[in-house]
């Protein structure tokens, strides 16, 4: 049996005879899909040991990707937000956002050339709406898209209203209810924002951020990896957790943002790594 192992699997030979096992078997590893919010930050507040993890994905040449339902930043905004939080060597090419995947939804939905939105959101989703050639409407858009945003009026909530009742069709970036923020705590997130709109009109918004397969099926195709070959790590059991569960990949669920142990065991599904945070996570051994 040891022979033929050898002789299916040489020893490479940079490798020292010296330090070698007896024998060889290749493992290779796994392609990371992190969260980001719980993850490595909390608001604006890095998560003790972070840095050093993201340096070890880069250092290893581990592949990776940021997959967040933010949908207020673009991957410029978020790499640059890294870097002024000390974690350098990420491009913008290593994020996927829920504003991103709501995009390249709506674009794969309509055969329109010129397609309208009314958006409740930032920035961050206008510009991905305006890229796959959406134009922001406020006469009778074919979607409302609602994401987080920091300045969520009842103007704008009467708007949204008023377009979904004359058909437009009602698309959120994401369902998280809430987000951590810095030093603890947290404040009301796009989840919110669409249950408030749902109440009024009752239509129920289509979803595409996390846990949506969507998300995980975007973050597969661009690594080139099946998801088997993954891990998706995430602080949230009802988006990253089920998310990567249901997408067939391997799960690691870090206690830094809203899951506690004690909530996590609420869940009629479980995580197959449970972390106190990144620092603890070696990527090489998952
Ligand atoms: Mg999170």
């Given at each position: 049996m040891l022979s033929r192992l050898r002789r299916m699997k040489p020893r490479p030979a940079s490798v020292p005879a010296e330090s070698a096992p007896v024998f060889w078997i290749y493992r290779m590893s796994k392609s990371i899909i992190s969260d980001m919010d719980g993850v490595i930050y909390r608001g604006k507040q890095l998560i003790p040991g972070a840095r050093d993890f993201v340096n070890r994905l880069t250092q290893a040449g581990t592949p990776f990707l940021f997959l967040t339902n933010n949908a207020e930043q673009t991957p410029l905004d978020l790499r640059l937000k890294l870097e002024s939080l000390g974690i350098n060597g990420v491009t913008e090419d290593n994020f996927i956002t829920s504003a991103m995947a709501t995009a390249m939804f709506l674009r794969s939905q309509t055969r329109k050339a010129m397609p309208t939105a009314y958006v409740v959101g930032g920035a961050g989703l206008i510009n991905e709406l305006y890229n796959v050639g959406f134009s922001i409407s406020?006469?009778?858009?074919?979607y409302v898209v609602v994401a987080k945003s920091q300045t969520f009026s009842f103007e704008q909530i009467k708007k949204a209203v008023r377009f979904i009742d004359q058909g437009a069709k009602f698309i959120g970036t994401n369902p998280d209810m809430i987000d951590p923020i810095e030093g603890g705590g947290y404040e009301p997130a796009a989840g919110t924002l669409l249950a408030a709109i749902e109440a009024a009109t009752g239509k129920k918004p289509y979803i595409v951020g996390k846990p949506n397969s969507l998300m995980m099926m975007l973050a597969t195709r661009k690594l080139g990896v099946h998801p088997e070959e993954a891990v998706m790590i995430g602080d949230r059991m009802d988006t990253d957790i089920v998310g990567g569960i249901e997408a067939g990949m391997g799960t690691a669920l870090v206690l830094s943002g809203v899951s506690s142990r004690e909530s996590m065991e609420q869940f009629p599904y479980q995580p197959d790594y449970v972390f106190e945070s990144v620092a603890e996570i070696d990527p090489q051994a998952l």
């Open positions: 406020e006469s009778r858009p074919d």
